[in-house]
């Protein structure tokens, strides 16, 4: 079994939003829960970056690139992070992948975020 999955992705137009979500079927609650999440993406020839992070006291930091347009947010209960992504750029096309901040899980195999006319 996995120990995250992410879905969400798509085909999207530019100014478009998508939401993504990240769930963790091997974590239990007690680990969750206390556990920074981030959401990661890597686009093609480029190393895989940071975008979003949500601590477990739900403080939020993102990347300038991704400031004012991506909104992220998590459910304990369901050990899900989402990623809302609004006012898509092309330059925001790549794989989307969700894990802990500090001790990474294995990686799960992400999502894949197109933004194209």
């Known amino acids: 079994q996995v120990h995250l999955v992410e879905s969400g992705g798509g085909l999207v137009q530019p100014g478009g939003s998508l939401r993504l979500s990240c769930r963790a079927p091997r974590m239990i609650f007690s680990v969750f829960a206390p556990e920074s999440m981030g959401w990661y993406r890597q686009a093609p020839g480029k190393e895989r970056e940071l975008v979003a992070r949500i601590d477990s006291n739900r403080q939020t930091d993102y990347a300038e690139a991704v400031k004012g347009r991506f909104t992220v947010s998590r459910d304990n209960s369901q050990k899900k992070v989402y990623l809302q992504m609004n006012r898509l750029k092309p330059e925001d096309t790549a794989v989307y992948y969700c894990?802990?901040?500090?001790?990474?899980?294995?990686w799960g195999q992400g999502t894949q975020v197109t933004v194209s006319s």
């Open positions: 894990n802990t901040v500090t001790v990474k899980k294995p």
